[in-house]
């Protein structure tokens, strides 16, 4: 019976001397776990005269709990020291300078063709695109460019087979589109185009945006105005467009767009090569025969189409030389398109 007194004073001496809660959790099953001291007296109450049960149980039991005592006053003070040491070893220095990731950048034909995609968003435009692979017919046939037609020169074509060709221009999403969407129609048209052509403004796969409005009343005034608000958003308030006459065999009258100059407003400089304009895009009124190839009927509708390089925008817009720039990926030139 003096025994508990004994295992108390040891129970204490031997926690006090564990350095962590594991080693103390050790101590304590030593004493309270399953095949400790404690457990083994209690067990020992059997050899015990019956008279004498009651008061060694309860004297058990006030050890049980004069240890559960003393474990728990250490661990407490246990816990506490582990946390100070992982605190310390865990301290964060919030004056050091942060770890530096790289951060990528649109592309400038993205931001480019995004702006001009929020422009005409603006003006009700809606999305359409139209595949990279593409047949004669639509790339050419369908737009009034039959097989001998000299147009088919005017841009070098990549076949890929029989009537199977990488489109040379956005305009084969026009067909695509009348063919499934009666008028009223106000489509834009991004996408890549494929020429068999190089140099410092050429590149053999470049970016168009097509545009094309179909409706009862669409003339030559509503495309200049449209022309006029898409100039003042892309490039500056203060932009002027002028049409010039031209030729394409899908529109009828065809014009050419010019801009006045984005570097020196007008006045003439050397991008300009002094005549105070840029030209930017062509256009003109859909051709009778296109409407009819895709079932319009052009005495009832008229509409409006153009089609401009994303590449040529770009560099106006950023006052970039050489179109090869945007294909070469350097991360140089493409780290500075950034917000
Ligand atoms: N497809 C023409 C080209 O690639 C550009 C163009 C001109 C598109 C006049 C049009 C248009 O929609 O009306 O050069």
């Known amino acids: 019976m003096e025994d508990t007194e004994k295992i108390a004073v040891e129970a204490r001496e031997e926690a006090e001397k564990a350095e962590?809660?594991?080693?103390?959790?050790?101590?304590?099953?030593?004493?309270?776990?399953?095949?400790?001291?404690?457990?083994?007296?209690?067990?020992?109450?059997?050899?015990?005269?019956?008279?004498?049960?009651?008061?060694?149980?309860?004297?058990?039991n006030d050890l049980r709990e004069k240890l559960e005592g003393i474990f728990g006053e250490i661990e407490a003070r246990v816990k506490a020291k582990e946390m100070e040491k992982k605190l310390a070893s865990e301290k964060i220095d919030v004056t050091e300078?942060?770890?530096?990731?790289?951060?990528?950048?649109?592309?400038?034909?993205?931001?480019?063709?995004?702006?001009?995609?929020?422009?005409?968003?603006?003006?009700?435009?809606?999305?359409?695109?139209?595949?990279?692979?593409?047949?004669?017919?639509?790339?050419?046939?369908?737009?009034?460019?039959?097989?001998?037609?000299?147009?088919?020169?005017?841009?070098?074509?990549?076949?890929?087979?029989?009537?199977?060709?990488?489109?040379?221009?956005t305009s084969a999403g026009q067909i695509r589109l009348m063919e499934k969407k009666k008028p009223p129609i106000k489509m834009l048209s991004p996408?890549?185009?494929?020429?068999?052509?190089?140099?410092?403004?050429?590149?053999?796969m470049f970016h168009q945006m097509e545009g094309l409005v179909v409706d009862k009343t669409i003339t030559l005034c509503d495309l200049q105005g449209m022309l006029d608000e898409f100039a003042r958003k892309m490039f500056s308030s203060s932009a002027k467009t002028r049409l010039r006459?031209?030729?394409?065999?899908?529109?009828?009258?065809?014009?050419?767009?010019?801009?006045?100059?984005?570097?020196?407003?007008?006045?003439?400089?050397?991008?300009?090569?002094?005549?105070?304009?840029?030209?930017?895009?062509?256009?003109?009124?859909?051709?009778?025969?296109?409407?009819?190839?895709?079932?319009?009927?052009?005495?009832?509708?008229?509409?409006?189409?153009?089609?401009?390089?994303?590449?040529?925008?770009?560099?106006l817009k950023y006052g970039i030389r050489h179109i090869r720039s945007f294909f070469e990926n350097d991360t140089r030139f493409l780290q500075q398109f950034k917000d």
């Open 20 to 60: 962590s809660s594991r080693a103390l959790y050790e101590i304590k099953m030593k004493f309270l776990g399953r095949t400790g001291k404690v457990t083994a007296l209690l067990k020992g109450m059997r050899d015990i005269a019956a008279e004498l049960r009651p008061a060694f149980g309860k004297k058990v």
């Open 97 to 169: 300078p942060g770890r530096h990731t790289a951060q990528g950048a649109l592309h400038p034909i993205t931001r480019t063709r995004d702006e001009l995609i929020d422009v005409f968003a603006g003006m009700g435009f809606e999305i359409f695109e139209g595949p990279e692979i593409e047949t004669e017919y639509y790339n050419f046939t369908a737009l009034n460019t039959p097989a001998d037609h000299p147009a088919r020169d005017m841009q070098d074509t990549f076949y890929i087979g029989d009537g199977v060709l990488l489109r040379t221009q």
């Open 191 to 204: 996408g890549r185009v494929f020429r068999s052509d190089d140099d410092a403004t050429h590149s053999p």
């Open 245 to 315: 006459p031209s030729y394409f065999p899908f529109t009828e009258p065809s014009v050419e767009v010019d801009v006045s100059c984005t570097a020196c407003g007008g006045k003439g400089c050397s991008l300009c090569k002094g005549t105070g304009w840029i030209e930017v895009l062509g256009a003109g009124m859909v051709n009778r025969h296109v409407l009819e190839n895709c079932g319009v009927d052009p005495d009832e509708y008229t509409g409006f189409a153009f089609g401009m390089g994303i590449e040529r925008i770009a560099m």
